[in-house]
């Protein structure tokens, strides 16, 4: 009978989750390694099933790898954790000046006007949690400023910076 449709996409995959709870910069190479593991157990797993099997008989074999399996599944719900992983949160950054943003700004948006934003870069690392890499989006009232402030914020190295443009055209949206 085949499967459902749908079904398959359902079920998590353990090598996703493994790539979920590592840092973006290690992903690759974790996943890597735990594929190694996993098949270097199942090609030893299969020397010992064979192994048993030509020892004690197939049918104790069988039993043998099925308590192997699940002892280490109870290692595993013993032992392992899963952390949900930390999902990037854009930072929204007002470049408006403080009296345009006190009249009308986007909820959970930061003020830091585009002429003071060298000067105040430690509230900006705040913002970011010092990760360059986080997104973050500007925008001011015409979408000038937020081009200027995109530009300082890329000379400063951040690394993802979207010009969102005016407020008025993400009122619109």
């Known amino acids: 009978m085949p499967p459902r ?26 996943v890597g390694v735990y594929r190694l593991w996993r098949d270097l157990g199942y090609a030893i797993g299969s020397l010992v099933a064979g192994a048993a099997a030509d020892a004690l008989g197939l049918s104790t074999a069988m039993w043998l790898v099925a308590g192997l399996t699940f002892a280490s599944g109870v290692v595993v719900a013993a032992e392992v954790r899963y952390k949900a992983p930390m999902r990037t949160v854009t930072v929204l950054l007002d470049v408006r000046t403080p009296p345009e943003y006190a009249e009308h700004h986007i909820d959970g948006a930061a003020n830091i006007p585009v002429d003071e934003l060298v000067a105040r870069s430690t509230e900006i690392e705040r913002l970011t949690g010092s990760d360059k890499a986080k997104p973050i989006v500007v925008y001011c009232h015409s979408g000038k400023r ?27 949206q």
């Not at 081009?147 to 010009?163: P, S």
């Open 146 to 172: 937020a081009a200027r402030a995109k530009m300082l914020l890329l000379e400063a190295g951040y690394q993802q910076v979207t010009n969102l443009g005016g407020i008025d055209d993400w009122d619109r």
């Open 5 to 30: 449709p749908g079904l398959r996409a359902n079920l998590p995959q353990f090598s996703l989750l493994v790539g979920d709870v590592v840092h973006p910069s290690w992903r690759a190479s974790s």
